[in-house]
Nanobody, 128 residues
Framework: QVQLEESGGGLVQAGGSLRLSCAAS????????MGWFRQAPGKERDFVAG????????????YYADSVKGRFTISRVNAENTLYLYMNDLKSDDTATYYC?????????????????WGQGTQVTVSS
């Protein structure tokens, strides 16, 4: 069984930066697809960013929601079994609970239903 634990959320002013971390346990996720979703109050849980696991030509390929392209960067350190999300130039619209996700093999990153494992979430609040 895979467990995911997010950390790094907090309160930040608009224009600031945060780094979210997702520590995985239970098994090594080198070949897993991993990603981040977020959910603001009263809104649906939306895809933020995703990254492929180690597999064929798609290894390490990244995907981003249009709203965060150029501001957020997803990365993973397989030796640490950890996923990161670097968030720069934060805006009030980025305020949400951020969830780490994972699934074995490939994934259609943007679809909530394909992800097998979810963390409990970490809150990010951006003040204007």
């Amino acid at each position: 069984q895979v467990q995911l634990e997010e950390s790094g959320g907090g309160l930040v002013q608009a224009g600031g930066s945060l780094r979210l971390s997702c520590a995985a346990s239970g098994r090594t996720l080198t070949s897993y697809s991993m990603g981040w979703f977020r959910q603001a109050p009263g809104k649906e849980r939306d895809f933020v960013a995703g990254i492929n696991g180690n597999r064929d030509w798609r290894t390490g390929r990244t995907y981003y929601a249009d709203s965060v392209k150029g501001r957020f960067t997803i990365s993973r350190v397989n030796a640490e079994n950890t996923l990161y999300l670097y968030m720069n130039d934060l805006k009030s619209d980025d305020t949400a609970t951020y969830y780490c996700v994972a699934r074995p093999g490939a994934a259609t990153m943007t679809e909530r239903g394909v992800w097998n494992y979810w963390g409990q979430g970490t809150q990010v609040t951006v003040s204007s």
